[in-house]
């Protein structure tokens, strides 16, 4: 939840604002937890001391008014709200020359999809996320911070106005590497297709519609989960994966199959 007035967000979650203390508690302007959760945050509170910043206990219907949710697990920390960064040249060229891979999110909407994205790219080190500038797309919000589960501070995320743009400019410097429902190969042949010398960029589409015909043409390859008696010809009961689950197996298959 933003607060447009002051120009912050809402981190609520323990996981999430316990990472943020670790990692990086100078973004912290405001800090309200329940008396339960208070002996949590005791070295926090005396770094907010320290730079004057406020810090009460409080009730939790004062903790879901500041953050939107019933979800706050106690603790909300207020910082100012994300400025993401446009992706530039330099910074692929970092990625190429570090051989680093990166997920490009296709107009995912759900915030809640979003952010558990991000915890599966933390959890597999793969920092590097990319999100178009479009109504479409979730962005860093409240609840994606929560699910998240302390990966926003172990993530880059950049926005790009155009994906196909961004798609043709890392043509031959990365492989771009799609999700489709019609792809001939399998996820398990990701681990072979990413054998060369340059790293992968991972496509995931939105959650109805998968990823755009434009964004397709633009992939060097295209996979696809199988499900058990696919190379059977059985049908499956469920088309495909939450984009988010999906994510994970796309994930660990690219690193470690």
Known sequence: MKNKYNNELAVCGFAAVKKLEKNHPEKITRLYFTEEKAPLFGGLCK????????????????????CGSVHHQGVVAMIESPQIE????????????????AVLLDRIGNANNFGAIVRSAAFFGIKNIIIPLDESQSSITTSSYRVAEGGMEYVNIYSVRST???LDVLKGKMIRVGTSLEAKKSVNELKKIASGDKPVLIILGNEEKGI??????NCDEQIIIPFAGMSQGKKCNIDSLNVAQAASIIFYNLLYE
Not at 52 to 62: A, F
Not at 212 to 217: A, Q, R, T
């Open 47 to 66: 770094k907010l001391s320290q730079k004057k910043c406020p810090y009460n206990k409080v009730m939790n219907e004062d903790l879901e008014k500041l």
């Open 86 to 101: 446009q992706i530039d040249s330099d910074i692929v060229d970092s990625w190429v020359k570090n051989k680093e891979n």
């Open 164 to 166: 196909a743009r961004l």
């Open 212 to 217: 755009s015909d434009i964004v397709k043409s």
